[in-house]
């Protein structure tokens, strides 16, 4: 059986590429309006966007502006 993983990016790799705000990328994850997986800790979270999601909210965020 094979399994497609699906590109991710950290949020500073976001913010470099596309030049989002950390400040706006972060709150987003705090607000659970971009959904991540944490492979850190709850004390030191190191967070991951799929690709996918990241455009869902992009997308969201041009439908309804920035929140």
Known sequence: MTF??????????????FGIPRDRLYKAI???ELRTI???????PS?????SEFQRWLES???GGQK
């Not at 500073?12 to 590429?17: F, Q, T």
């Not at 944490?38 to 030191?44: A, D, M, V, Y």
């Open 4 to 17: 497609a993983l699906e590109p991710f990016e950290k949020p500073i790799a976001l913010h470099r590429k």
């Open 30 to 32: 705090r607000e659970k």
């Open 38 to 44: 944490n492979l850190g800790t709850p004390q030191r």
């Open 47 to 51: 967070y991951f966007i799929y690709q």
């Open 61 to 63: 965020c041009a439908e």
